[in-house]
């Protein structure tokens, strides 16, 4: 299930692909409501890196898409694409707020900033 190697965004320019405006109230409604939430493919080595530093700090509660296993994974990236400016996963949201990808992820857990971020959001932590 999901995606598929031929419905991977890899084959396909995200501007172009199509999707319901159901489909974007949706990711809309998923961002503002999830105190952490994270948009992933299971194969990607940065999705990898994310997750095992979040696990890593006692984050448990975050809630992850795998874009690559749902059937409407391409129209969820081309979402994030138009709302965002951002092709690649992760694709990072804590407390609604597009945080970036891992490379950000990384940067504010080093700047002890990313601590703050999961506090405010009420995410169990222990950076």
């Known amino acids: 299930m999901g995606q598929g190697l031929f419905k991977s965004s890899y084959f396909y320019d995200l501007k172009d692909v199509k999707y319901t ?20 493919k299971s194969y990607c080595p940065y999705c990898v890196s994310t997750k095992s530093l979040l696990h890593s700090h006692g984050v448990t509660t975050a809630v992850y898409r795998e874009v690559n296993k ?12 138009k ?3 951002q092709k690649t996963v992760p694709s990072i949201f804590i407390s609604g707020r597009h945080i970036g990808g891992n490379a950000e992820l990384q ?12 506090d405010a959001a009420r995410v169990p932590n222990s950076f």
Do not use: R
Not at 70 to 81: F, K, M, N, S
């Open 21 to 40: 405006p159901e489909q974007k109230q949706s990711i809309e409604g998923l961002i503002s409501k999830e105190p952490l939430l994270i948009f992933s």
């Open 70 to 81: 749902e059937v409407d994974g391409l129209e969820t990236q081309a979402i994030l694409y």
């Open 83 to 85: 709302l965002y400016d």
């Open 107 to 118: 940067k504010l857990a080093k700047e002890g900033k990313l601590k703050q971020l999961l």
